[in-house]
C-alpha cells in the first residue's frame, strides 16, 4: 500500500510528509533536499505551514516514535524508525 503523501508549498515547492504528529497536524519536509521541515496544520482557513528547525523535526520524529511504540502500532514505528535514520 503507497501511503506517500505530497504538498505544494508556495515558496519551497514539493513537501513530502514524514509522519502525523496530532489531531490535523503532520510533519512535511522538503522533497529532494529534507533540509526544510514544517509542521503543516489542516484547519477551516486551510494549510498553514510552521517552519521547524533541524533539531527540533528531530525531536518531533523522536516523540512520535515513543508514541507508537506506547500505543503497540509495531508496524507505522518500524516504518517512521526508518525514515528517521535515513534522514538524520
Known amino acids: ?3 506517500e503523501t505530497y504538498l505544494n508549498h508556495p515558496t519551497f515547492g514539493l513537501l513530502f510528509r514524514v509522519c502525523p ?3 490535523d497536524r ?3 519536509t522538503t522533497l ?3 533540509r526544510l521541515f514544517f509542521i503543516v496544520t489542516m484547519g477551516e482557513q486551510g494549510l ?3 517552519p521547524l528547525t533541524r533539531a ?3 525531536a518531533v520524529i523522536e516523540n512520535r516514535l ?3 511504540r506506547r500505543t503497540g502500532l509495531a508496524q507505522d514505528h518500524e516504518n517512521l ?3 528517521r535514520k535515513q534522514m538524520f
Open 81 to 83: 524508525q526508518k525514515i
Open 48 to 50: 498553514t505551514f510552521e
Open 56 to 58: 527540533d523535526a528531530r
Open 21 to 23: 504528529i496530532g489531531e
Open 66 to 68: 515513543r508514541q507508537l
Open 1 to 3: 500500500m503507497n501511503t
Open 32 to 34: 529532494y533536499a529534507q
Open 26 to 28: 503532520e510533519l512535511f
